[in-house]
Structure formats: structure tokens, C-alpha cells
């Protein structure tokens, strides 16, 4: 994308009220990104995008007209983002049925990111999903049975058309379900599609389900019989599922006339062959990054990097065990109808013995997620000590093909109990549950608002950070 650059998104979504100290919402010339809309439910609330150029961390804020205290308050994720468009799920309950039970209610929100005469932000409500989940209990149709549709954590993406103009086509999909085509040894997927134009208002475009079925090999079908989704991202045309634990990924086309979705493996070494599930958490260790390398022509192409942290004390996270280790494996695929090569492998013997004047605390590095625009750099999360009660996270910026450490920058401080200050909600939720962020590529010209949004970033990473005595 001509003109652009990325970022980081926290997955946090940051409730703040007016009253406030500190608030973006104050001020709307240091913070102009934000825009106003309701639910389906009728409740209204305001957002705010205050995007930053990494090693710095954007972010993402909302105000309910009833304060942090809100139920809606609870409910909200962001999903994806994709150019400059980012996904957002509100979820809340609708009224008591007669069945006694409460509904569930999903609706999904785009924000479109423009720049007409200053950069500004519109938001559009997707009508509610209404197509139910069918899940067969035998050969038999009337066995079947069918329930509400739920759009779970990281089984939604988000594309968009090609086009720069408003005109331009963009398209929600879910991974409901992987499945097998009754009397065959051949998967199919089952997916939710919503597509619409950039131009559209709420409520217009529909959902759409569809099966498909995937191309794969003989020999990967179990991997596709247990699958489960752990995380979602887009690379080029595709919308790309990806599970960790056995190591696949099903990319789909979802924009084109006759769409396809292809199985491609993951280069681990541990692939599971028994049927059991997936261990949780290996996200931690893993990432699959969209990214531009040069070619040996001096083109700067579109590839995938998997990065892949292995401990040596077979642990799946935590702090490192007293004299283990661990290896940074690093993988280029530049087709998907190619094969991944290893370019980096990186011992944190070698890491540790070529910054020793860096202050890179010695322990694991989690989280991988490789840049955008460079395959050799590489970020990380790393903390000091998950043991001690006062322990410090902070955002480890590595040259991969120099092993160098370029930055060792904080990211947040964790204390026991509920710590005071601006962002004394985020700090506790990041004592319990890390998470990855969501990298996307953005235009230049969010980047380039004026100056005092970049400060007003900085400004509350610095107040956070005195906040915590980092």
C-alpha cells in the first residue's frame, strides 16, 4: 500500500469518562479521531483512536453516557483491522424472553479512517447477524439442531477491496466451523460472510453462509478433523485462520467471484499426531506476520514470517525454569502455494551474550510479532520477573539477522491488589491476561495529525509508567 505505515493496536479498549484526569475525550484537537454511534440497542457511546508509529502503542477508547459503570462497558472487543478500517464487537443482552433466557446480542462496528480536508473517523453499525448455527448430530437432517450464531474470539476477520475510494468493497468473515464432507475424507469450512461497500450506512449488506470446501492433502486431514482457531490475519487478498497448536492455516479469498479457502502447514517441529486439543496459550510463543521483504532483485515483496519461540523446559508460558533456555526460529514463506524457508535462528545464549549493556531482562520472550514494513525486526514482551510483586513488561525491539537488541522500551508496570492512576484498569487486566496485538497497515496520514496527538500518546505511556514507579 502506497503511503502508508502500521501499527500496533493494544487489544485493550480503554472506558474513559470526561471528568477524567488525563482523558483524551477532553481535548478533540489533540486527539480529532473519533466519532459517535448507538447499538441496536439504542445505547449510545462515543469512540477514539489515538494511533502511534511503533515501538509506540495505539490505542483505542470509548465513553459510555453512564461512566466506566457500564454494562455496555464490559462487552466490547476489538476484533481486527485491515488499511484503514479497524472491527470492533459489542456485546450485550437484550430483553428477558419467554424462554426465561436472556438473548444475546452481537453487532460489529467499522471504522473508517478518511482524510477530506483533516484526518477524521466515521463509524458504521453491520446489521445484526441473524443466520443460526446448524450442527448435525448424524446423517439425518431432523437430527440436526440449530442455535444462535456467536461470533467468538479470534475467528473473525477483516479485508479490505484493493481500491483506495469509499466505493471500494470490504468483507467481515467468521470461521464457524471445520468439518468433514459426509463420506469423503475431504474437510469443508463453514463461514459467515458480510461484504458491503466502504460507503455504506448501517444496516445496509447482509450476512451470508457459506461451505467450502478445502484444498488439502490426504495426509493433513486430521489436522483439519481437530481444528481450532487461535488467531486471524490478513495477507494480501486473504483472510487467514491459523492454529498454533497443531500448525495450519486455511487462507481464504473471500473477495473474489468464485472464493477459495487452502490449508497450508506451519514449519513446527512438535506437530501433534494424537486427536487431543490444543494446549492454550500458544500464542505466546508464536505468530504468523504479514510483512515486506527485499528481494536479491531489490523489490519489496509481500511475504509471511513464522516466528516461533521454543523453551527448553518444555513449559508452554511462564518465567524461564531455573538454567533453561530458549530459541527464536524464524520462517519466510513468499507464496502460499510455496514452501517456508528458516532464515534466523537465534539462542538466547548469543541474545544475551550481544547485549549485555542493553538491560535485556533474561527471560522469555513472548508474544512475537515481526514489522510491517521490515521482516528483520521483530518485537517482543518480555518481564523483568512474573514472580516478584512488583514486576515490569516492557516491548524488546530485535534486528533478527544481527541478533542486536535496537530498544528496550516499558510498556506497562504490574503491582498486587488494584494499582492507582490513569490506566489502573489496563495494569490490572495485564497482571492476569497478556495478549498480542493487532498489527495493520495504515495511511501515512494518521500518522502525520497534528503533533500534539503523537505527544498526547506519549504523554500518557510517560504518565502511566511515573504512575506504576517504572
Known amino acids: 500500500m502506497a503511503g502508508s505505515s502500521w501499527m500496533m493496536l493494544d487489544r485493550f479498549v480503554f472506558h474513559r469518562d470526561d471528568e477524567e484526569e488525563g482523558s483524551p475525550f477532553l481535548d478533540d484537537s489533540k ?16 469512540i477514539l483512536f489515538l494511533p502511534a508509529k511503533p515501538p509506540a502503542i495505539s490505542r483505542f477508547y470509548m465513553r459510555w453516557p453512564d461512566g466506566t459503570k457500564s454494562e455496555n462497558a464490559k462487552g466490547t472487543e476489538l476484533v481486527a483491522a485491515h488499511s484503514d478500517l479497524v472491527l470492533f464487537r459489542q456485546t450485550s443482552f437484550g430483553r428477558l424472553g419467554e424462554d426465561g433466557l436472556l ?4 453487532d460489529h462496528f467499522i471504522c473508517v479512517a478518511s482524510c477530506e480536508t483533516k484526518p477524521s473517523l466515521q463509524l458504521r453499525r453491520l446489521p445484526v447477524c441473524n443466520k443460526p448455527m446448524i450442527f448435525p448430530f448424524g446423517e439425518e437432517e431432523d437430527k440436526a439442531v440449530a442455535e444462535q ?3 467468538f474470539p479470534h475467528t473473525v476477520g477483516l479485508i479490505r477491496g484493493h481500491g483506495k475510494s469509499v466505493e471500494a468493497e470490504f468483507a467481515v468473515a467468521q470461521l464457524a466451523m471445520v468439518s468433514e464432507i459426509p463420506g469423503t475424507l475431504k474437510m469443508e469450512a ?11 450506512n448501517d444496516g445496509d449488506g447482509k450476512w451470508d453462509v457459506r461451505k467450502i470446501p478445502i484444498g488439502h492433502k490426504e495426509d493433513e486431514h486430521k489436522e483439519l478433523y481437530y481444528w481450532s482457531t487461535d488467531a486471524v490475519i490478513t495477507f494480501n487478498s486473504y483472510i487467514c485462520w491459523i492454529n498454533y497448536y497443531r500448525g495450519g492455516m486455511l487462507a481464504y479469498d473471500v473477495l473474489e467471484e468464485k472464493p477459495n479457502i487452502l490449508y497450508l502447514r506451519l514449519p513446527i517441529v512438535d506437530r501433534p499426531r494424537s486427536s487431543a486439543q490444543g494446549k492454550a496459550f500458544y500464542e505466546v510463543n508464536r505468530s504468523v506476520c504479514p510483512t515486506m521483504e527485499m528481494s536479491k532483485k531489490g523489490r519489496n515483496n509481500s511475504v509471511l514470517k513464522f516466528t516461533d519461540v521454543i523453551r527448553s523446559d518444555g513449559e508452554p508460558f511462564g518465567p524461564l525454569g ?14 502460499l502455494d510455496g514452501s517456508w524457508d528458516e532464515h534466523v535462528a537465534i539462542t538466547s545464549e548469543a541474545l544475551w551474550a550481544l547485549n549485555r ?6 527471560d522469555i520472550l513472548m508474544f512475537p510479532l515481526v514489522s510491517m514494513l521490515n521482516s528483520n525486526i521483530a518485537y517482543f514482551l518480555v518481564s523483568e520477573s512474573a514472580e516478584e510483586e512488583n514486576s515490569k513488561l516492557s516491548l524488546v525491539t530485535i534486528q533478527l539477522s544481527t541478533k542486536k537488541v535496537l530498544a528496550v522500551d516499558p510498556y506497562i508496570s504490574r503491582e498486587e491488589g488494584s494499582p492507582s492512576g490513569p490506566d489502573a484498569d489496563m495494569i490490572e487486566e495485564k497482571s492476569h491476561l497478556l ?12 500518522t502525520q495529525a497534528p503533533a500534539d496527538v503523537m505527544r498526547l500518546v506519549s504523554r500518557l505511556t510517560i504518565e502511566m509508567v511515573e504512575e506504576e514507579d517504572f
Do not use: M, N
Open 190 to 200: 463453514e463461514v459467515c460472510v458480510f461484504r458491503s461497500l466502504v460507503s455504506g
Open 435 to 446: 495478549r498480542s496485538f493487532i498489527s495493520s497497515r495504515f495511511p501515512t496520514y494518521l
Open 31 to 46: 486527539a480529532p479521531l473519533r466519532a459517535s454511534s448507538r447499538t441496536s440497542l439504542c445505547s449510545k457511546f462515543d
Open 357 to 362: 549493556r542493553i538491560g535485556l531482562p533474561r
Open 149 to 151: 450464531r456467536l461470533f
Open 322 to 335: 531455573k538454567g533453561s533456555s530458549f530459541t527464536i526460529h524464524s520462517y519466510t514463506l513468499s507464496s
Open 103 to 106: 438473548p444475546i446480542i452481537q
